[in-house]
Each structure stands twice: as C-alpha cells, then as structure tokens.
C-alpha cells in the first residue's frame, strides 16, 4: 500500500518504518527541515533499540522516503497517518493546533480518496474535529480513523511489530476494511484488531495511559506509607502482585513517572472529564501525587546532609525519563536537578542516551560525564534517577573509594539494603528502610 505519515517524531518514525517492513511504500513528511535532511543523510534523529536497522534496510529498498513537502506526501499516501504533537495546553488540555493545522491542509490538497488516520493521542471529539474541517476545503471524499498508538518508547518497533492489539475507530467500512489489510502481517499470532467507533478508540488510549499511571502512583502511595510504618514496599509488591487480577507489571515504586504521555495524558482526560461536567477526582490525586513524589528524594538529601547542600557534588546516574531511550521530557531526573542547583549543590551527570538532550537545557550548568564512574569519581553522594539496566551491578568497591561519602539515594530501588549493608554504604532508597 502507499502510505504517508505526518510528523516523525518517536510514534511517527516508527510507524512509517514499520510499515515499510512490510513491503508498503511509505513517505515520511516533517516540518523539520532539518530533521528531515538528517533522515535523507541515514542519520535516525532518535534514539530507539533496533530502529537503525530497519530504517537502513527500508531506505536501501526505496521502501522509506521522507520530504518537507506536505502536499507530494498527501499525493503519495492512500493511507495518511497524522503521528504529529498533542502537548499539553495551559489549561491541561490537548493542543489540538498541530492536528487540525495538518487537517485543514489536507482538505486543501487531496484530489482522490484519503482514509486520514489518527495516531496521535487526542481527546473524544477529535475525529469529528477533523472530519469538519478537511470537509471545509476538501475536493475529494474522505475517512477520518482514530487509531491510537500504544507502542512504548525504549521498545516502539518490537511494540509495534507485535502489538498486543490494534484500536481502530470508524464507522465507515471501507476505511475499517483497508486499516484491517494494513496491519495484517502484524497480528498472525492472532492478537486482536478491535474495531470500535471512534470517541471509543479515542478514550481507550487515555483509559489505558491513565490506568497506567493510577497503577504506578497507586504503588508510590504504599511505598511512602511503608516507609512511615517500617514496612518493605518490595515484599508488598510481590506479595500483591503474584495475585493475578493484580499482575506482576507496573508495581514498581520509584521517583514518579515522566515522559511525553502520561503526565499530558493524565491532564488532558482529567480536563475532558471537566469540559463535560464529569470530575475524574481519581485524576486529580495521581497528578498531584506524582507531582510530589518526583522529587520526594530531595528531602531526604537534604537531611543526610543536614540541611547544607551547597558546594557538594552529587553525581547523578539516569536522566530520561525511563531507560533505553534519549526522551528527557518530563523526566524526575530534571526535576531533581533543579531543586540540587537551586540548593547550591554541583551535579555531574551521566545517561547513556538522553545527555545531549540535557546538555541542550542545562549547557554548562551542569558537568556531563563520559561514564557512570567519571560522574561519580570525587562526588559526595550518587542519585540515581533512571533504571538503565548498565547501573544494577557497579562495582560497588570502586564506588565506595570514589564518593567522599558512602551514600546512595536511589530513586529506582535498584540494589537491595543488605547488599549495599555489606558494602558499608548509607542507602536511602523508596519504600524501604534507609540505613
Ligand atoms: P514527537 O514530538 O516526538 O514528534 C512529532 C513530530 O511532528 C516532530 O518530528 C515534529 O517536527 C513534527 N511536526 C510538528 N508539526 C508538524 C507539521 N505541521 N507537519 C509535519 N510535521 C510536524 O511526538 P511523538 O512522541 O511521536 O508523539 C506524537 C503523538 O503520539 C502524540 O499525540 C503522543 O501523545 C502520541 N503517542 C506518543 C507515544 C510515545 O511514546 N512517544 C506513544 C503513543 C502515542
């Protein structure tokens, strides 16, 4: 099939990729003009496991191809996908702008029938929104399809490759017909294509990120409340999750979540549920919860160092927000290292992905590292901010020679107390006992 896709960010770039996998012929437009002549170089603008690959084999197969220009794009695709920005309004909604700029273009240009699809996370009603307004210049007919994307970040083309389902919402037939043929080779192992309406489709993508982030703040509760009672948030965790209505997944208590989804998604179904009268009070104590808990290691720097952060160097290990991907967006890691500037304190980072994009922020306020252990050499205490999997098994010994004081705020609960016990370090981790 010819494929378009619109925007090219972490949703955008995996799609088309993907779908050329497939053997369709897919056109990537971007208003990035130099994002898009990184892409034409074979450069991949984002980080994201084992995408390399398959965009230099697509691209090498004339399969992939990416422009500027929108209107030979929508020339191009039968099939056009809008992965393009949903940012949070100042309001808590969903800027739609990106989505209906897009939108009214393509009612100015097709000349033969479109199936227009959604993939970027859009409160109900969107699809009608587009419909209305392609149908205002529009020339020729056309399908609007909500088809929200849950790939995750750090695993988007396995999760894509393989999803556990697929979402599509319309009522047209046609258009439910030739999404169904699209993603075909995706689903052999007989995973579902779930064909719905489209304000149905479009809440289930807010339903299930903020499910998502209910489950994780749901946890940062019990683990703060375990740390008030003495109680282990590990053995809760296990003890809870072996029951199969509660699941294994999703349990870990940490510094909050971040990211480009679940905090904007979170207050965008929250503002829905307001534009209609509907107070989602459950929404309202996640954001909150997780506004504090992201930084809810500070205090506790602060008592280990009694109150006097200025001039200590904290290294600081993990800046996205979620290992195995370079997004920075919302993560707890930048919240923490304001609060440690702000203090007086020097931070030394290191990530193995997303540094430049910190650099980016922060410039020289902060000192980037080559690796885990330069940020730690001659640091007064290590702050780990990101679970990547290269910091759950240092050499503890080194570390221990490297700090000036043997103390781990980990905001991940990488280690167990014990280990670190042994190895004569203070530990102050989340939800457990600090020692
Ligand atoms: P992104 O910011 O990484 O990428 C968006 C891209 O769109 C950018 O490359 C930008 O240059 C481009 N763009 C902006 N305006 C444009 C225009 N007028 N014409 C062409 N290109 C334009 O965003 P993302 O993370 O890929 O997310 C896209 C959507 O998918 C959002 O609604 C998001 O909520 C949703 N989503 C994201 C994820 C995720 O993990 N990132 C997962 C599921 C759903």
């Not at 996998?21 to 437009?29: A, L, P, S, Y």
Request: aromatic fraction near 10%; charge should be negative; proline fraction near 4%.
């Amino acid at each position: 099939m010819k494929i378009t896709v619109v925007g090219t960010g972490y949703v955008g770039l995996v799609t088309g990729t993907c779908l050329a996998e497939t053997g369709n012929e897919v056109i990537c437009v971007d208003n990035n003009a130099e994002k898009v002549q990184q892409m034409k170089d074979g450069v991949v603008p984002i980080y994201e496991p084992h995408l390399d690959v398959l965009f230099e084999r697509n691209i090498e197969a004339k399969r992939l191809s990416f422009t500027t220009d929108l209107k030979a794009g929508l020339d191009h695709g039968e099939v056009i996908f809008l992965a393009l920005p949903t940012p949070e309004d100042e309001d808590g909604s969903a800027d739609l702008s990106y989505v209906l700029g897009v939108a009214k273009e393509i009612g100015d240009y097709i000349t033969d029938y479109k199936v227009i699809v959604d993939k970027s996370t859009v409160p109900v009603g969107t699809a009608e929104k587009v419909t209305a307004t392609i149908a205002k210049t529009a020339k020729a007919e056309f399908d609007v399809v909500s088809n929200p994307e849950f790939l995750r970040e750090g695993f988007a083309v396995d999760d894509f490759l393989k999803p556990e389902r697929i979402v599509i919402g319309t009522e047209s037939k046609k258009a439910a017909e030739i999404m169904q043929r699209l993603y075909k080779p995706y689903v052999r192992s007989g995973n579902p294509i779930l064909v719905m309406d489209e304000k149905s489709a479009e809440l289930t993508k807010y339903a299930a990120n903020s499910f998502l982030a209910t489950k994780i703040t749901f946890m940062n509760e019990i683990a703060n409340y375990c740390e008030l009672v003495g109680a282990d948030v590990d053995h809760v965790r296990i003890g809870m999750g072996t029951d199969s209505r509660i699941g294994k997944r999703f349990l870990f208590p940490g510094i909050g979540y971040g990211g480009s989804c679940f905090p904007k998604d979170v207050k965008a179904l929250h503002k829905s549920g307001k534009d209609a009268d509907f107070s989602f009070k459950i929404l309202e104590a996640v954001v909150d919860i997780n506004e504090q808990q992201k930084t809810k290691l500070f205090p506790k720097m602060e008592g280990y160092f009694k109150g006097d952060l200025k001039g200590k160097t904290i290294a600081v290990w993990g800046l996205a927000f979620k290992p195995e991907t370079d997004d920075i967006r919302e993560a707890p890691a930048l919240y923490m290292i304001d609060l440690l500037l702000e203090a007086g304190a020097k931070v030394k980072a290191f990530d193995p992905e997303a540094m430049e994009n910190v650099e980016r922020k922060y410039g020289d306020k902060v000192t980037f590292c080559n690796s885990m252990y330069e940020a730690s050499e001659a640091a007064d205490a290590l702050l780990i901010c990101t679970e990547w999997s290269i910091f759950r098994t240092p050499d503890f010994n080194k570390l221990k020679s490297q700090l000036s004081e043997p103390v781990i705020f980990d905001g991940r609960n990488l280690y167990t107390t014990e280990e670190l016990k042994d190895f004569g370090f203070h530990y102050l981790s989340i939800g457990r006992k600090s020692i």
